[in-house]
């Protein structure tokens, strides 16, 4: 302005050449304004080159920024949350849309009142300052509904945003009805997979912050740029687009040096997450083997582990706060109190100098405009800030992404059978190797079939090269041999849990078995729920099955006390507390008789219940009509069994038919030389 002025004294004709073309010259600046706010946002926001870790340390987390990854992420995350232009979340989000437009135009209209409430009291008029105060009144109306509204549209928003993620997650996680192999993500993922170690906080927590962020980046991104344009347009009404522009000029230089020294919030908000989930997971385990701990008495061990992970929370976070303070420094210095001196100034300049085209005004009017502009740069100033704020906002939203896409990306891979494990030492060799680069093949049979088929456990390790057997329908099969050789891998392949690395699978569908391990699975919920898991109780009905008819299958493995004694079918306990060991097991054989599969797996199903309803149960099960796969140690069994699978726990093995009676006298012989060693 101040070079226009020394033009105008120095060339009138360029002033008056000026004013008569100032409207389409002030157009022209106010158009460009537009679209240099829209592009500059757009690149300071838009998809940069993947940010690469430099550090060659495994260990640490990779880089976490708002980059073209982030946005890649982020765009196959939207279209979960909003599917389609009718959903639910699009109509919550034309609201807020809306409502965003709506609280900025009374923004403008207060700004314009607030000169006049002044501008009436410099020229003292009584009646025109108590009708503009009745107007603020009334203005307020409308004004704080739509704060409110804003809120709650916005948290309505975050709600929905979550449960569509989160029901995406769980289709996954826990699969959908009638689904195939391709399913039990829930299991692959802690058993066969190291990239995600909590997958509950993922689940919880970081889906939960990912939608709050989400709700509230749009209102925090989309607002302000919206504020900016219209508040600097009618700033540029009252005071000239010139002088606009050469703020701009200014703030944005500043600018610049404050997206510099911006630090990585992403990256600090991934990690956050990341570390509090160990310290959760740490937690968890104490609790999960607390009876080992407390024997070995570990406690202290145990205490310093968990301080460990909990110290280094803390140090991430002392770190973070550190960066926060010096940087809300540095922002509050240039945002609030530079911006504000290029505020000040602008306000300045009708009262300093004359506007070309614009007449004389009293006292009153300069005031009006000085409090008028004065109300709009500050809301523009706000908006400025929250622009810059909002880059932060959506670092921290980065770093959400980057837990929730994680999440997704692993569970699509555990799907298809690519799994990221940490192996053995053995699986390096060169024969091993091949063995786990390979995969079988598995055939939908009524029987059970191995055909050279390797035993291998998630990492790696090689229990037995080629394992061929086959177990016809009614053929009960006894499995033996010491830990850890095989014995429970070849159920979790029956079971569709293991991959296949070679080989030919013959077997029924996975729902055709069922486990009884040692120790139960018992769900929350009632008795009855216990003997019908997992169906519920309107399937029970549906299947034709009565309370009188699970109270026949209690009576066979002698339990039907039980509905009396805990207070009836509709009886809800914690119910691994209050059942003994013992009636566990016979709760989960009356579990077997309801569902009456195919193949039963047992798993030292029968070691804390007495040899006579041990019998009991076996003779009803083969009455049934299922086939038994049996891990036991108790000898009461073996008469039960046609075949046998021996491992000797060096990679190799026995499969034979089974002579009951042949190997207890081997057995009494055995132990009665064993007594005469000991004799001796």
């Given at each position: ?26 157009r022209s600046l106010n158009v460009a304004f537009v679209i240099y706010v829209l592009s500059s946002t757009y690149r300071s926001l838009s998809a940069r080159p993947p940010s690469k870790s430099t550090s060659s340390d495994p260990a640490k987390p990779p880089r976490v920024a708002v980059d073209a990854l982030f946005y890649q992420r982020l765009s196959i995350i939207l279209r979960i949350v909003i599917p389609s232009i009718r959903s639910k979340e699009a109509l919550l ?529 083969t009455r049934l009509g299922i086939t038994l796969l049996t891990v036991s140690h108790r000898s009461s069994l073996w008469k039960y069994h046609a075949l046998i699978l021996h491992y000797d726990g060096q990679g190799g093995y026995v499969f034979t038919k089974l002579d009951a009676e042949k190997r207890l006298a081997l057995q009494e012989e055995k132990q009665t030389l064993e007594a005469k060693l000991l004799e001796v």
């Amino acid at each position: 302005m101040a070079v226009l002025s020394t033009l105008n004294n120095r060339f009138p004709s360029f002033s008056k050449a000026y004013a008569a073309n100032r409207p389409a010259i002030q157009r022209s600046l106010n158009v460009a304004f537009v679209i240099y706010v829209l592009s500059s946002t757009y690149r300071s926001l838009s998809a940069r080159p993947p940010s690469k870790s430099t550090s060659s340390d495994p260990a640490k987390p990779p880089r976490v920024a708002v980059d073209a990854l982030f946005y890649q992420r982020l765009s196959i995350i939207l279209r979960i949350v909003i599917p389609s232009i009718r959903s639910k979340e699009a109509l919550l989000l034309f609201m807020h849309s809306s409502l965003l437009i709506f609280r900025t135009a009374i923004s403008l209209y207060v700004a314009a009142l607030d000169g006049k409430i002044v501008a009436s009291l410099v020229r003292a008029q009584p009646v025109q300052f108590f009708w503009n105060i009745l107007r603020w009144l009334l203005v307020a109306i409308p004004a704080t509904w739509t704060n409110s509204w804003l809120s709650y549209i916005q948290n309505k928003l975050a709600i929905a945003y979550r449960t569509r993620l989160t029901q995406e997650v769980m289709k996954h996680y826990l699969g959908e009805e009638g689904e195939g192999p391709d399913g039990k993500v829930y299991y692959k993922l802690s058993n066969l997979d190291d990239r995600i170690k909590n997958p509950d906080q993922m689940i919880t927590h970081d889906i939960q912050r990912f939608s709050t962020h989400l709700a509230a980046i749009y209102s925090n991104l989309a607002k302000p740029v919206l504020d900016v344009i219209l508040y600097n347009y009618q700033l540029s009404q009252n005071v000239g687009a010139e002088g606009l522009m050469g703020l701009t000029f200014l703030v944005q230089s500043t600018a610049v040096l404050l997206r510099y020294l911006t630090p990585s919030f992403g990256m600090y908000t991934a990690l956050s997450a990341q570390l509090s989930g160990s310290l959760r997971h740490t937690h968890s385990r104490l609790a999960e083997f607390s009876e080992e701990i407390a024997f070995m008495g570990g406690e202290q061990t145990e205490k310093m582990l968990i301080e460990r992970e909990y110290a280094s929370v803390v140090e991430h976070e002392n770190k973070v706060l550190n960066r926060k303070w010096w940087f809300g420094c540095v922002e509050e210095g240039v945002i609030k109190w530079l911006w504000g001196s290029f505020g000040l100034a602008l306000c300045a300049i009708p009262i300093f100098f004359r506007i070309p085209g614009v007449g004389e005004v009293d006292l009153g009017g300069r005031t009006e405009g000085f409090v008028t502009n004065r109300r709009l740069l500050l809301s523009s100033s706000d908006a400025f800030g929250r622009v810059m704020y909002s880059y932060k906002d959506l670092s921290e939203l980065a770093g959400y992404t980057a837990r929730v896409s994680l999440l997704l990306d692993t569970m699509a891979d555990v799907r298809k059978g690519k799994f990221e494990k940490a192996l053995v030492s053995s699986a390096s060799t060169e024969e091993n190797g091949k063995i786990l680069r390979a995969r079988g093949e598995i055939i939908q049979s009524e029987d059970i079939q191995f055909e050279n088929v390797p035993i291998v456990t998630p990492n790696g390790d090689v229990l037995v090269k080629s394992l061929s057997f086959q177990v016809k329908p009614g053929q009960h099969l006894l499995i033996v041999g010491p830990n850890g050789c095989g014995k429970s891998s070849l159920f979790r392949i029956l079971g569709g849990l293991w991959p296949v690395y070679g080989g030919i699978v013959r077997k029924p569908a996975a729902s055709q078995f069922i486990l009884i391990p040692q120790r139960p699975y018992l769900s929350l919920g009632t008795l009855r729920d216990q003997v019908i898991y997992p169906h519920s109780k309107a399937d029970m009905e549906a299947r034709g099955v009565t309370d009188k008819d699970l109270l026949r299958i209690l009576s066979v493995v002698q339990m039907d006390s039980v509905v009396e004694r805990e207070g009836g079918w509709e009886a809800a306990r914690e119910w691994r507390e209050a059942l003994s060991g013992g009636d566990q097991q016979k709760i989960a054989w009356a579990r077997l008789f309801y569902h009456n599969p195919k193949y039963a797996v047992l798993d030292e199903a029968t070691s804390l219940v007495p040899i006579e309803i041990e019998a009991m149960m076996m003779e009803y099960a083969t009455r049934l009509g299922i086939t038994l796969l049996t891990v036991s140690h108790r000898s009461s069994l073996w008469k039960y069994h046609a075949l046998i699978l021996h491992y000797d726990g060096q990679g190799g093995y026995v499969f034979t038919k089974l002579d009951a009676e042949k190997r207890l006298a081997l057995q009494e012989e055995k132990q009665t030389l064993e007594a005469k060693l000991l004799e001796v």
